[in-house]
DNA sequence: GGATAGTTAGAGTGTAGCCC
DNA sequence: GGGCTACACTCTAACTATCC
């Protein structure tokens, strides 16, 4: 597949929009049509295989825009604003606020809905199956993923999840940089390559079991580890007691633990704190001292300490942000 | 609200040894 | 030999106290 044709599969959306586009390989911001709406769509192509593209407008009037894509990719879509329907021969979306999808489309013929009235804001990121076949290989050189075998006889596969802190962290980043003029293509880069490891980790690596020592039973009782670590999250059993309570001996809860979530059994809970914590305190119903206090941190000092180390500011400035 | 220093409990890791 | 347990050691997360 030529690059030309995997920017082929954007540009017909922007056709549709009657976007001015100038070059289909090159970054460029295009308004558009005062006749259709206001806002725009900034293209980001920091190389020939990556495209990342910010869509931030709202129509005037509904407006159904086809899309066809002829070459093969994978598309990372956050939707941070508005809804937006896809609907296409044998499947149909809606892109809900909030929330992330990994999309793999082989040959796809769609039709995009957008309301009138409603501002829309997306963070698109889409790759060749050439390129996402690099990313997938190991250090051997050999690639357990594959792009065939995820679409399997489909010709459109999607993965939906909520986006969680540390990506809400990174878009945030993206999309103060994209707002500046002397932002370089390196820095918009960096957070796509960065959302697509989580993206690609969240849905493609964790159900790998194919090396793994645990019995099916194993498994159940380490997702019941889980469950009682979350239900006990400002008071936690040491390892141990954890272990009892599942009937497994802490050995296999450490390594399956870990082979399970990819992470020891306290970073997972110290990770969960920080992610309900970021939830609470972007809620804004809650002060710094009560936001420590709910999710397990008698100190918050020490909570404000764990929370720059995790999302790079402090909690006081964080929910002054917001 | 946040930073820092000192302290401590316990998580993480490596390994010897036991059992099947 | 593989799977597991028990134990010793290291390291760090979390704490308190204090200060700005």
Redesign the pocket.
């Known amino acids: 597949m030529g690059m030309t044709d995997f920017h082929q599969n954007f540009n017909r959306f922007f056709d549709e929009l009657q976007l001015q586009r100038q070059r289909a390989d090159r970054t460029e911001k295009m308004a558009l049509h005062p006749q259709m709406g206001e806002g725009a769509i900034q293209r980001f192509v920091p190389r020939p295989d990556l495209e990342i593209v910010i869509s931030k407008y709202k129509l005037y009037q509904k407006h159904k825009a086809n899309i066809f894509t002829e070459a093969p990719m994978v598309e990372l879509n956050y939707c941070l604003q508005g809804r937006r329907k896809t609907v296409g021969s044998d499947f149909q979306h809606e892109f809900a606020p909030g929330n992330y999808t990994l999309q793999f489309t082989r040959q796809v013929d769609a039709c995009f809905e957008l309301n009138e009235h409603q501002p829309l804001l997306m963070l698109s990121i889409g790759l060749p199956v050439s390129t996402f076949h690099r990313f997938m290989e190991e250090l051997n050189g050999t690639r357990t993923i594959d792009f065939s075998h995820i679409l399997g006889r489909h010709s459109f596969r999607i993965f939906q999840n909520a986006i969680d802190p540390s990506a809400s962290v990174i878009l945030k980043q993206i999309l103060r940089a994209a707002e500046r003029h002397d932002t370089k293509n390196f820095e918009i880069e960096c957070g796509a390559l960065e959302l697509l490891s989580l993206a690609f980790r969240s849905f493609l690596f964790d159900d790998k079991q194919e090396l793994s020592?645990l019995s099916k039973s194993d498994m159940q009782k380490i997702r019941q580890a889980r469950e009682i670590l979350l239900e006990r999250m400002t008071n936690p059993p040491?390892?141990?007691e954890l272990s009892r309570l599942i009937h497994l001996?802490d050995?296999?809860l450490?390594i399956g633990f870990k082979e399970i979530y990819g992470m020891?059994?306290?970073?997972y809970?110290?990770n969960k704190r920080l992610e309900k914590a970021f939830f609470l305190l972007q809620n804004g119903s809650m002060?710094?001292?009560e936001v420590s206090c709910a999710v397990g941190?008698?100190?918050?000092?020490?909570f404000?300490?764990?929370f720059?180390k995790q999302f790079g500011c402090?909690?006081?400035?964080f929910t002054r942000r917001f």
């Open positions: 020592i040491t390892l141990v001996n050995y296999k450490k020891t059994v306290f970073s809970l110290r002060n710094v001292n941190y008698s100190n918050p000092s020490y404000a300490e764990a720059r402090n909690p006081g400035e």
